[in-house]
């Protein structure tokens, strides 16, 4: 697996050849507190970048996900539909969403690596 | 709840506590005014099991508390609300909302007739505190020269609730384990002049504790440092609310909705709904003889998906039927949660009903308040 890379909606992406793996960022999980349902995209579903991909439930609110990456979904968590807390627990693990066969590689320029991206959340927070 | 978090913090009001908030790492967000702790460590899930398990304590100072005075509070008082407030006993505490000449709901209200178990000759009047400003104006304007209002502006008001709240108040004060539910008085907690009702907002037994605010902090952090209390934020404040089936003003109960669309005529005496006096008592009256259109019910979703408010609520042939008006995740339930209105042909429990969220349709189904039971004190 690749290094990480982060989306200023804090996604974060892992690319194994064509293939994309997505999940929501530490960063952001804490933010939403406990996560108790993820609404994930179809498989085969085409997805654009900077697109709706998902919602993720916290006890308090629902938060929309969306697509750091253009593609087709070829694979989704399904661990999250009976164990939403790995979103807590193993954000950047086991807590993924979905994988996407990139239309681009080169979307992946637009994202940051991980020392830009802790600075995105510093200056944001 | 999240559309009331505004998101300015400047200018935003402090409660007694507040340094306690911060220094316990609450999570904060401006809440009605105030800079108010969403969660703390635990987060909302864990301190929600808490408070049903144990007990939590809860700041919440910004409500209005405020005392009424005059030759007859009682009398005066019940031409703004149904509540049977003549039949209060001293000492005893009713739950009712002022409304307007429609019926409408303008805010909802703990009543307490204060007498001898309080020492104090007036009621003892709670408020939402992003209605407290209007409720308190209304009630100088309407009850000019008969009742005088007195806004406690210095003390804080915390709330400690769960099954074990009554083990832990008693260590500190006397008496409090043997109040019925629903009542008040003015006693010693761990040596602070305090008043406590044994009531709450979570459907757990449990006390609201009236502090005056230069004790509040000394307190707080007395009954924090017994072993069965957490600190509890608002979020748990809401979820704990839902599954007891309670109402939150501006969401399941408005100005819009009347207290029998509500489902709240055991809060209006029977004295009360014969004689009416009170604004809207003729519509509230129409309403008793011939029923309501409407009436709020409680929806349980079949899957894992949340319905928030502002859901739509079809029949399961697809027509609209209601709305839901608060929604979320039940951690004692241990799936999704939601009340809402829905026409009256379709407020059976059981009754199966549909609810569009984002664009699915995903099956829930019509089920009696409380998703969790109440568990009072009844002595």
Same mark, same amino acid.
């Given at each position: 697996? $690749? %290094?990480?890379?982060?989306?200023?909606?804090? #996604?974060? &992406?892992? +690319?194994?050849? *064509?293939?994309?793996?997505?999940?929501?960022?530490?960063?952001?999980?804490?933010?939403?507190?406990?996560?108790?349902?993820?609404?994930?995209?179809?498989?085969?579903?085409?997805?654009?970048?900077?697109?709706?991909?998902?919602?993720?439930?916290?006890?308090?609110?629902? $938060? %929309?996900?969306?697509?750091?990456?253009?593609? #087709?979904? &070829?694979? +989704?968590?399904? *661990?999250?539909?009976?164990?939403?807390?790995?979103?807590?627990?193993?954000?950047?693990?086991?807590?993924?969403?979905?994988?996407?066969?990139?239309?681009?590689?080169?979307?992946?320029?637009?994202?940051?690596?991980?020392?830009?991206?802790?600075?995105?959340?510093?200056?944001?927070? | 709840?999240?559309?009331?978090?505004?998101?300015?913090?400047?200018?935003?009001?402090?409660?007694?506590?507040?340094?306690?908030?911060?220094?316990?790492?609450?999570?904060?967000?401006?809440?009605?005014?105030?800079?108010?702790?969403?969660?703390?460590?635990?987060?909302?899930?864990?301190?929600?099991?808490?408070?049903?398990?144990?007990?939590?304590?809860?700041?919440?100072?910004?409500?209005?508390?405020?005392?009424?005075?005059?030759?007859?509070?009682?009398?005066?008082?019940?031409?703004?609300?149904?509540?049977?407030?003549?039949?209060?006993?001293?000492?005893?505490?009713?739950?009712?909302?002022?409304?307007?000449?429609?019926?409408?709901?303008?805010?909802?209200?703990?009543?307490?007739?204060?007498?001898?178990?309080?020492?104090?000759?007036?009621?003892?009047?709670?408020?939402?505190?992003?209605?407290?400003?209007?409720?308190?104006?209304?009630?100088?304007?309407?009850?000019?020269?008969?009742?005088?209002?007195?806004?406690?502006?210095?003390?804080?008001?915390?709330?400690?609730?769960?099954?074990?709240?009554?083990?832990?108040?008693?260590?500190?004060?006397?008496?409090?384990?043997?109040?019925?539910?629903?009542?008040?008085?003015?006693?010693?907690?761990?040596?602070?002049?305090?008043?406590?009702?044994?009531?709450?907002?979570?459907?757990?037994?449990?006390?609201?504790?009236?502090?005056?605010?230069?004790?509040?902090?000394?307190?707080?952090?007395?009954?924090?440092?017994?072993?069965?209390?957490?600190?509890?934020?608002?979020?748990?404040?809401?979820?704990?609310?839902?599954?007891?089936?309670?109402?939150?003003?501006?969401?399941?109960?408005?100005?819009?909705?009347?207290?029998?669309?509500?489902?709240?005529?055991?809060?209006?005496?029977?004295?009360?709904?014969?004689?009416?006096?009170?604004?809207?008592?003729?519509?509230?009256?129409?309403?008793?003889?011939?029923?309501?259109?409407?009436?709020?019910?409680?929806?349980?979703?079949?899957?894992?998906?949340?319905?928030?408010?502002?859901?739509?609520?079809?029949?399961?042939?697809?027509?609209?039927?209601?709305?839901?008006?608060?929604?979320?995740?039940?951690?004692?339930?241990?799936?999704?949660?939601?009340?809402?209105?829905?026409?009256?042909?379709?407020?059976?429990?059981?009754?199966?009903?549909?609810?569009?969220?984002?664009?699915?349709?995903?099956?829930?189904?019509?089920?009696?308040?409380?998703?969790?039971?109440?568990?009072?004190?009844?002595?």
């Amino acid at each position: 697996m $690749s %290094e990480l890379k982060f989306s200023e909606e804090h #996604e974060w &992406v892992s +690319v194994e050849g *064509d293939i994309a793996t997505i999940g929501i960022t530490n960063f952001a999980q804490e933010q939403l507190g406990d996560v108790v349902f993820v609404d994930l995209p179809n498989i085969g579903a085409q997805v654009s970048q900077g697109g709706d991909a998902g919602v993720v439930e916290s006890v308090k609110a629902a $938060s %929309e996900v969306y697509t750091p990456l253009s593609g #087709e979904v &070829v694979e +989704v968590n399904e *661990d999250l539909e009976s164990s939403p807390d790995l979103v807590n627990s193993d954000p950047e693990g086991d807590g993924w969403f979905f994988k996407l066969r990139m239309d681009d590689a080169s979307e992946l320029d637009d994202l940051m690596d991980a020392a830009a991206y802790k600075k995105f959340c510093d200056d944001n927070a | 709840m999240s559309a009331d978090i505004e998101s300015e913090a400047t200018s935003l009001k402090k409660t007694p506590l507040h340094a306690l908030h911060q220094r316990l790492g609450a999570k904060m967000a401006g809440f009605a005014g105030y800079d108010m702790p969403i969660q703390y460590g635990l987060g909302i899930l864990k301190e929600h099991l808490h408070t049903r398990a144990a007990a939590g304590l809860f700041d919440v100072s910004h409500m209005g508390q405020a005392w009424l005075t005059g030759a007859d509070p009682a009398a005066a008082l019940e031409r703004m609300v149904p509540g049977d407030l003549q039949g209060l006993a001293p000492g005893r505490q009713r739950y009712t909302q002022f409304l307007n000449g429609k019926g409408g709901i303008l805010d909802d209200l703990m009543v307490t007739r204060a007498g001898e178990p309080l020492g104090h000759e007036g009621l003892f009047v709670v408020v939402n505190a992003a209605c407290k400003d209007a409720d308190f104006a209304r009630m100088e304007t309407t009850l000019a020269g008969e009742a005088a209002l007195e806004r406690i502006e210095d003390r804080a008001l915390v709330a400690l609730q769960g099954p074990l709240a009554a083990s832990v108040l008693s260590r500190f004060a006397d008496g409090v384990d043997t109040m019925p539910f629903m009542s008040a008085m003015r006693v010693s907690v761990a040596g602070v002049d305090c008043l406590v009702s044994r009531s709450g907002y979570s459907g757990e037994d449990g006390y609201e504790i009236s502090i005056p605010q230069n004790d509040a902090m000394g307190l707080s952090e007395t009954l924090l440092g017994c072993a069965e209390v957490e600190a509890i934020g608002l979020g748990a404040r809401d979820s704990l609310r839902l599954e007891a089936g309670l109402c939150l003003y501006g969401h399941d109960i408005d100005e819009g909705t009347t207290p029998l669309e509500a489902g709240l005529l055991w809060s209006i005496g029977k004295r009360r709904r014969e004689q009416g006096g009170f604004p809207g008592a003729e519509i509230v009256q129409a309403q008793i003889r011939d029923g309501v259109a409407r009436k709020r019910v409680g929806i349980l979703p079949d899957g894992r998906a949340p319905a928030r408010e502002g859901t739509e609520i079809l029949s399961a042939d697809g027509k609209p039927i209601g709305t839901v008006t608060s929604g979320g995740f039940g951690p004692s339930v241990g799936g999704p949660v939601a009340m809402g209105y829905v026409a009256a042909d379709f407020a059976a429990a059981g009754t199966p009903v549909q609810l569009s969220v984002r664009g699915k349709l995903l099956p829930a189904a019509v089920q009696k308040l409380p998703f969790v039971e109440q568990r009072y004190y009844r002595g």
